[in-house]
């Protein structure tokens, strides 16, 4: 069973990286072979093609729930109610939505944003409103979150926003276990909000108690991500395992007293606590690791109250099945890996041993198993391991665990019964996460508390997982020694730059906004750094940042801001206090009066790796328009020339041509102003004379860049021109006499995402 499991898991698996799923004829194909195979009693053989059969039939499914052709971009009266809390950034509020009207080919669940809105949104509200709706798309990025695929994977069949007329109005549908629990959630947040205003470690307290993570700061999530505690700030299965096992003992001693024995202790106890965790898992919105713990408790509850010995792998591996058969779209998700292959080690270090270590010492191996055992994985998502990890858990399990998940929920039951007595707890509770931030954070200030990785490469990732199994291994084991030796691809890897000479460009996919990077073989240029969306979120530390990591690059020496708009200069902060940076370049003073800052005017110049830097614009004298004084900057190699230009607008452009005329022609134009009518004026784009025009501009924005004269112009000029909003992040490298550039959608194609059009065979004139 153990290898048949496994295979199962890899067929689903193989299908999340097809760019298409199987037609009608492979469908058929792939049923008659596990029909065969199960005649021919090969059950490995048809565990894989089973998982591959199911996947695509569960994909195909998840397909035909997303938003039909017809709605899109359409208005449309929708009827249900507010899934998740309300999470507000900025002028607008989101939330996930449960329609229960329109029915039919309509998607279940959809990701609205309310721009202003007039009312007290709350999660478990019934409401009737008129939507625009599109189907789902995300920025793709390397080294970045795939936001897509996150919508996909939890079942988020179209993204949206609400119409303010007609009148959205509230309205009563037919009550579900779904509302329920959204409206518990709801009115367990706004007494924890009542009773510690202004706590930094409210949002902490609403992680562990209702799953809700919308009040966690950047700083805290960095310091958490450093010591390796992100599991404990979430509901995980270790939660809902203690509180399933305190409820069940609890409950066996008063069943045992009761004297009541029609129904065994045992019996009684194990219901109790099998409610108990299905309640503290719908507050959680049965995430994976909560669905996996609460099928796996039910799994091991289950052989208790009818007295069957069931071996932990084999519950483990039942709990597997039972989720993927669930939703095969849960290896989509980081943590149904974390959670699975950490509960597997803890098997595997603690079954089968002889002795019984004690507590400290047991809890201490299992955290160093733990962080080792999940380092390979932690790789693999984040480039990013703790080394303060084990030390951190030792501490932080047993008090988050004990003294605080416990009595934080039964504080909340206690603010529905004895108001002033769970504040009173919540209270404590908020002295004691205190001192366990003041012990995190100190941690994460050690020097190389973590350190980040490369992206490895698959073998790095097997050998790394075969060094686990063996250092884990009882003393004694055949080759333990050699454990170590088998990390050191996966710690040491290598990556692909730029020789002497060479100059790549990549324009990140941050939206409507831009953000472009430039690397030599030596030094990096980072262009613009996106929008900022609220204290929580900016383009910055969710894109720019993972792909200079991806990349290897720890520093940067030059960070140019060409102008103050926030969809240019928003992600700035973020790039400064996480790496070092050399030089700070700007048209603004916020930036360039700022210490190591500059003003960009013409006539600078530098030379980096055999590779020459040219500021041509703005003049001394600038002009009148913020967006026409943006930095213009052309990037010389011996190949080709790139051609960066901001937000400038004709003013600049007819400046531009008449100060440096031919002197412009560049085979790469970033284009200017996003594609704005007011910008790509045809004397500019004549003078320049590009090969490619990449266009840095938002999925079916609210401005409607690039406009569509400017497309017609560019293809008047027979002038090539790629979009981040169709292409993900574009990436152009001059090592060669052809342009080549690479599409990360057109790279990372999976069934799920619209196939993008197809620009990229691309020849240098």
């Known amino acids: 069973m153990n290898v048949s499991s496994l295979l199962f898991l890899a067929g689903i698996v193989a299908v999340q990286q097809f760019s298409r799923l199987p037609n009608l004829f492979e469908f058929i ?15 490995r053989f048809f565990a894989l093609l089973a998982g591959v059969l199911w996947a695509s039939i569960f994909g195909s499914w998840r397909l035909s729930q997303q938003l039909p052709d017809a709605y899109q971009n359409q208005e449309v009266k929708v009827q249900g109610y507010i899934a998740t809390l309300p999470q507000q950034q900025g002028q607008r509020t989101n939330f996930d939505f449960i329609v229960t009207a329109p029915s039919g080919d309509f998607p279940d669940k959809i990701r609205l944003s309310w721009y202003y809105p007039q009312f007290n949104l709350a999660a478990g509200q019934s409401w009737e409103f008129y939507v625009k709706l599109r189907k789902p798309h995300g920025r793709l990025n390397p080294g970045g979150f795939d936001f897509e695929a996150w919508l996909f994977a939890n079942h988020i069949g179209a993204t949206g926003y609400v119409r303010d007329k007609p009148a959205p109005q509230l309205t009563r549908i037919s009550p579900s ?12 947040a706004e007494r924890l909000d009542a009773s510690l205003p202004g706590s930094a470690q409210l949002g902490i307290i609403k992680a562990l108690t209702i799953g809700s993570q919308n009040a966690i700061t950047q700083e805290q999530w960095q310091v958490f991500r450093i010591t390796g505690v992100v599991h404990l700030i979430v509901i995980s299965g270790s939660h809902i395992s203690l509180i ?48 996996r713990a609460l099928i796996m408790l039910s799994v091991a ?32 998700s980081v943590g149904f890996w974390l959670s699975f292959v950490a509960v597997a080690l803890l098997i595997y270090v603690s079954a089968g041993r002889l ?19 999940l380092s390979p994985l932690l790789i693999v ?21 004990l003294l605080i998940v416990p009595p934080a929920l039964l504080a909340v039951v206690l603010m529905f019964i004895w108001p002033s007595l769970g504040a009173l707890l919540l209270q404590l509770l908020d002295y004691v996460l205190q001192g366990l931030w003041w012990a995190l954070s100190h941690m994460a200030e050690l020097p190389l508390a973590s350190i980040s990785c490369l992206p490895p490469p698959w073998y790095a990732i097997g050998l790394a997982a075969i060094g686990v199994i063996l250092l884990l291994a009882p003393s004694g084991f055949p080759c333990r020694y050699l454990s170590l030796l088998l990390f050191l691809p996966l710690i040491f890897g290598t990556f692909e730059k730029p ?15 831009l953000a472009a990077v430039l690397q030599t073989a030596e030094h990096t240029l980072v262009f613009d750094t996106g929008a900022r969306y609220s204290e929580y979120s900016d383009m910055g530390d969710s894109v720019v940042l993972p792909f200079l990591r991806e990349q290897g690059i720890a520093r940067v020496d030059s960070l140019v801001i060409s102008h103050g708009d926030n969809d240019h200069s928003g992600g700035a902060e973020s790039i400064l206090a996480e790496l070092p940076v050399e030089k700070v370049v700007s048209s603004v003073s916020e930036w360039a009066a700022r210490e190591r800052g500059d003003y960009c005017r013409t006539g600078q110049t530098w030379r980096w790796d055999e590779v020459t830097f040219t500021v041509l614009s703005p003049p001394e004298s600038g002009f009148v328009g913020d967006n026409d004084n943006s930095c213009v900057l052309q990037v010389s190699s011996a190949r080709q020339r790139f051609l960066l230009t901001g937000d400038i607008e004709q003013a600049a452009e007819n400046w531009l041509v008449r100060e440096y005329g031919d002197e412009l022609a560049s085979d790469v134009l970033l284009a200017p102003h996003h594609g704005s009518k007011t910008s790509s004026s045809r004397a500019l784009l004549e003078k320049v004379n590009p090969t490619l025009i990449l266009i840095p501009a938002g999925y079916q924005n609210r401005f409607g860049f690039p406009h569509r004269q400017v497309v017609e112009r560019y293809s008047q000029l027979g002038i090539a021109w790629l979009n981040t909003a169709e ?22 194609q999976r069934y799920w995402r619209t196939p993008v059009p197809n620009r990229q065979s691309i020849d240098v004139r």
Do not use: H
């Open 29 to 43: 194909g792939l049923g008659g072979s596990c029909l065969l195979l199960m005649y021919r009693r090969n059950w």
């Open 177 to 188: 276990i779904g509302q329920y629990f959204a409206g518990c959630r709801q009115a367990i």
């Open 244 to 291: 399933s096992g305190l409820i069940y003992l609890w409950t066996r001693r008063l069943w045992a007293w009761t004297g009541v024995l029609s129904i065994s202790p045992q019996r009684a106890a194990a219901l109790c606590a099998w409610l108990a965790a299905v309640f503290y898992a719908g507050l959680a919105g049965y995430s994976v690791p909560t669905l």
């Open 301 to 332: 509850l289950a052989a208790i109250a009818w007295q069957r010995n069931i071996a932990a792998m084999r519950i483990l591996l039942l709990a597997l099945l039972a989720v993927l058969l669930f939703d095969s779209l849960a290896v989509l």
């Open 355 to 373: 002795g019984r270590p004690s507590y400290w010492r047991e809890a201490g191996g299992a955290q160093l198993a733990t962080a080792v055992g």
């Open 381 to 401: 998502f984040f480039q990013q391991v703790s080394l303060i990890s084990p030390v951190a858990n030792w501490l932080a399990v047993p008090l988050i665990g």
């Open 499 to 513: 020789k002497p000479g060479e100059v790549w460009l990549t324009v990140l996919d941050v939206g409507q906004g």
């Open 727 to 748: 292409q993900g992040a574009i990436s152009v490298r001059n090592g060669s006499e052809k342009i080549q550039p690479i599409a990360e959608r057109a790279k990372r």
